[in-house]
T-cell receptor, first 114, second 114 residues
Framework: DTEVTQTPKHLVMGMTNKKSLKCEQH?????MYWYKQKAKKPPELMFV???????INESVPSRFSPECPNSSLLNLHLHALQPEDSALYLC?????????????FGPGTRLTVT | GENVEQHPSTLSVQEGDSAVIKCTYSDSASNYFPWYKQELGKGPQLIIDIRSNVGEKKDQRIAVTLNKTAKHFSLHITETQPEDSAVYFCAASLGGTSYGKLTFGQGTILTVHP
């Protein structure tokens, strides 16, 4: 089973709200990723967690705050977002760290910031 | 850093025809090349991948070829079906040093006409 689940599926939030996106995998993968995808564009890497530790932050603004409570869960906390942050947020996981493991993506959360 | 160019940006074929999508990469140290299919409203789905020690890999109707000297790789879909219609992304990864960072091409919108 190569399933990554994400909740919620859709989220609408105002610029002053605080919300969280959740990602879960039960494949025993030790690397988890957050990507942002704008319409008609490829996914852009935001964060990488390796063995529950943040290993890559692609210079993402601090209004996005990732958290990895355990090896199966990945959260993305959102605060004071801007309308240009509206996008599809994708979570992925892979068995291997170091770039040689297949990455499996979840269905994404469609975020709209009003 | 790595740069991946993908062509064509759109591809229209008749059902039963073959489709070929090509990508070139810039960093000769890249050693992992996955292909993803993304249907409308869904996350990217890994459909095939190839590592730099292999020249070709096939899985039923899809195949990927890699030319390390020329730094390009291609996706071949034979006997196309309407359900193959989607956006296809190629990617390259510098395994071993970059914690799984995938650099994506810009995507190809494939339309298979019945």
């Amino acid at each position: 089973d190569t399933e990554v689940t994400q909740t919620p599926k859709h989220l609408v939030m105002g610029m002053t709200n605080k919300k969280s996106l959740k990602c879960e995998q039960h494949m025993g993968h030790r690397a988890m990723y957050w990507y942002k995808q704008k319409a008609k564009k490829p996914p852009e890497l935001m964060f990488v967690y390796s063995y529950e530790k943040l290993s890559i932050n692609e210079s993402v603004p601090s209004r996005f705050s990732p958290e990895c409570p355990n090896s199966s869960l990945l959260n993305l906390h959102l605060h004071a977002l801007q309308p240009e942050d509206s996008a599809l947020y994708l979570c992925a996981s892979s068995h291997k760290t170091g770039g040689l493991g297949e990455q499996y993506f979840g269905p994404g959360t469609r975020l709209t910031v009003t | 850093g790595e740069n991946v160019e993908q062509h064509p940006s759109t591809l229209s074929v008749q059902e039963g025809d073959s489709a070929v999508i090509k990508c070139t990469y810039s960093d000769s140290a890249s050693n992992y090349f996955p292909w993803y299919k993304q249907e409308l409203g869904k996350g990217p789905q890994l459909i095939i991948d190839i590592r730099s020690n292999v020249g070709e890999k096939k899985d039923q109707r899809i195949a990927v070829t890699l030319n390390k000297t020329a730094k390009h790789f291609s996706l071949h879909i034979t006997e196309t079906q309407p359900e193959d219609s989607a956006v296809y992304f190629c990617a390259a990864s510098l395994g071993g040093t970059s914690y799984g960072k995938l650099t994506f091409g810009q995507g190809t919108i494939l339309t298979v006409h019945p």
